[in-house]
């Protein structure tokens, strides 16, 4: 299923930790989460580190950029790389298309 990145905020605020933004409070509900995310193969990348992978992009982004997130968990590093995007380029068009098979988390992505 492919997502559409309309509406991605322009700042972005890491205020709680990692897991508490995607809703892993610890005890037994956080176990089984992290269970299930690693059953799955998935790891979610925290937003200080997709911040950190958005700025080694140069700022001379061409007129047309394309982003495919082929496996976007909840969108850190897409909603990372937009922001770097936006930040850096004056003009031009951002097409982003992500791609997430976990049906649990799939409704983050939506814009």
């Known amino acids: 299923m492919a997502i559409s990145f309309n509406n991605v905020p322009t700042s972005y605020a890491a205020s709680a930790t990692f897991w508490e933004q995607y809703g892993v409070r610890g005890g037994v509900g956080g176990s089984v989460i992290t269970h299930r995310l690693a059953m799955l193969g998935q790891f979610l990348t925290p937003p200080s ?58 409704p983050d992505l939506t814009a």
């Open 49 to 106: 580190i997709a911040k950190f992978m958005a700025e080694q992009f140069t700022p001379a982004f061409p007129a047309q950029t394309k982003l495919l997130d082929a496996g976007a968990g909840r969108g850190a590093l897409s909603t990372a790389f937009i922001q770097r995007w936006r930040t850096t380029n004056s003009g031009g068009q951002l097409e982003a298309t992500a791609y997430e098979t976990d049906h649990v988390i799939l």
